[in-house]
């Protein structure tokens, strides 16, 4: 069982997912609203892995990554960004997102995403995508380019005083 900080502004979407990976795959899940709650959440609360959304108000999904990504203690969790596919052209590759999921998408696709980034799979910024399509049914990933991470470390964050 893995520590999942999900971050979404919509509060239907953010139960939705509570849902899915608590109920489908015995997660403990906590939650925020935007960028800058999901980096509150992270001072107190070690998680293993990121699921977010890429628009929000007060710190959208680009800046949360920017900001784990900028932080050594922080730097190699795991982050799955959801959107629409408008919304996933604009990331920049240079952004580290291990994998994007795009909206709509089939609970079983975003349970085998999470199943990727925990595992350490990553697509590959050399692809030119972080896009992940997962088939609906049997929750198989065509990935562009699937890298290895390093070693994962799980419970990124929190206070180190344990």
Same mark, same amino acid.
């Given at each position: #069982?893995? !520590?999942?900080?999900?971050?979404? $502004?919509?509060?239907v979407i953010r139960e939705l ?5 608590? $109920?489908?795959?015995? @997660?403990? *899940?906590?939650?925020?609203?935007? %960028? +800058?709650?999901?980096? $509150? ?14 628009? #929000?108000?007060? &710190?959208? %999904?680009?800046?949360?990554? !920017?900001?784990? =990504?900028?932080?050594? +203690?922080?730097?190699? /969790?795991?982050?799955? &960004?959801i959107s629409a596919a408008a919304? &996933?052209? =604009? ?8 994998? #994007? ?5 089939? /609970? ?5 995403? *999470?199943?990727?980034?925990?595992? %350490? *799979? ?7 995508? @972080?896009?992940?399509r997962v088939t609906s049914r ?6 562009? =380019?699937? *890298? !290895? ?5 799980? @419970? ?7």
């Amino acid at each position: #069982m893995a !520590r999942i900080l999900v971050v979404d $502004d919509d509060s239907v979407i953010r139960e939705l997912l509570v849902a899915v990976l608590e $109920d489908e795959s015995d @997660h403990d *899940v906590i939650v925020a609203a935007n %960028g +800058q709650e999901a980096l $509150d959440q992270l001072d107190k609360n070690p998680v293993d892995a990121i699921v977010c959304d890429i628009n #929000m108000p007060v &710190m959208d %999904g680009f800046e949360l990554v !920017r900001n784990v =990504r900028a932080n050594p +203690q922080l730097h190699d /969790l795991p982050v799955l &960004m959801i959107s629409a596919a408008a919304r &996933m052209e =604009r990331v920049d590759p240079e952004l580290e997102v291990d994998l #994007m999921l795009e909206k709509p998408f089939e /609970l079983n696709s975003l349970l085998a995403c *999470v199943g990727f980034i925990l595992n %350490g *799979v990553r697509a590959g910024t050399q692809a030119g995508t @972080h896009t992940v399509r997962v088939t609906s049914r049997r929750a198989v990933a065509q990935i562009d =380019r699937v *890298v !290895r991470a390093p070693h994962h470390q799980p @419970h990124y964050g929190g206070s180190s005083a344990d």
